[in-house]
């Protein structure tokens, strides 16, 4: 076998208590992987933080290893940092730290009193704590950045501010992840960077969600699923199939880590991981 990379997995907080049920189920299935941690979003609005605010803290209740999302949208820097210090206090000692979107779209407005950008955010939680601070990276550039020179000269600055780890968006074409790996490295960012991979679990949402956030669906993608909308098993299996190559590819070429956008459904996911070798682990009868 060959080498065995580490994962992560990101779920969001639900809405409904179906929602509530799916994501138990999605992470009885997940956690015995043994990820380096979960990932919880958070929302732009008042209502997606108190979520989030309350699965991070009942995951921290649970023992799970945990990455809380923050970001610097909708709250002050005293609010971040309050948060992040109840956070810190409570054991939590990774964070995701993000810029965010405006809710509903729109230009970005740093908020009255707020942290201005991603980079400043990390500043300020690593004034707070010791955390392990992951960011944001763009391999086929940020909706908002003016250039792909910019998104490296940002992600530069993030590293700069503290952070020690790079979570790409998903990208579905191999190639340019590499490209952008190279091109940071070149630019002098020498933190890690862990490739975010979407095993595709519904194709039209895919598309849908992938032009809010500027991921490319290249033509040969659209192939794939083409004729498959009303044959969901099938579809399954190619998306797997095709997440299960991209890892391999990247692990060939050095990549150690990966991170699942898992959408709150395990299925597609647990399959990748176990076919790179990723095992779960089972408790043995003393």
Not at 161 to 179: K, N, P, S, V
Not at 247 to 257: K, M, V
Request: aromatic fraction near 8%; include cysteine; charge should be negative.
């Amino acid at each position: 076998m060959g080498t065995v990379p580490k994962i992560s997995f990101e779920i969001f907080p639900p809405k409904t208590p179906q929602g509530n049920v799916a994501l138990d189920a999605a992470l009885d299935q997940l956690a015995p992987l043994r990820p380096e941690y979960l990932s919880v979003t958070y929302g732009a609005d008042g209502s997606g933080q108190e979520r989030t605010v309350r699965l991070v803290e009942r995951l921290i209740d649970a023992g799970l290893p945990l990455a809380a999302h923050l970001t610097c949208v909708g709250a002050t820097r005293d609010e971040v940092d309050g948060l992040a210090r109840i956070w810190r206090d409570m054991g939590l000692r990774r964070i995701v730290a993000l810029r965010g979107d405006v809710p509903g779209g729109g230009p970005w407005r740093p908020e009255d009193s707020g942290y201005a950008c991603a980079a400043e955010l990390v500043a300020g939680l690593s004034r707070i704590a010791d955390f392990e601070i992951s960011v944001a990276a763009y391999p086929e550039s940020h909706p908002d950045s003016p250039s792909p020179e910019a998104d490296i000269e940002n992600l530069r600055a993030k590293q700069d501010a503290g952070a020690g780890t790079a979570i790409t968006q998903y990208c579905f074409e191999t190639e340019t992840i590499l490209r952008f790996r190279d091109r940071a490295a070149a630019a002098g960012v020498t933190m890690e960077i862990v490739p975010g991979i979407l095993p595709i679990v519904d194709f039209a949402r895919t598309v849908e969600f992938s032009r809010r956030c500027g991921a490319g669906i290249p033509g040969w993608l659209v192939e794939q699923f083409e004729g498959l909308e009303d044959d969901a098993e099938t579809s399954a299996m190619v998306a797997a199939s095709m997440a299960v190559e991209q890892c391999h590819t990247l692990i060939a070429e050095g990549f150690g880590q990966f991170h699942f956008y898992t959408m709150n459904k395990a299925p597609q996911s647990y399959a990748v991981c176990r076919r790179l070798g990723v095992r779960p682990e089972i408790s043995k009868a003393a």
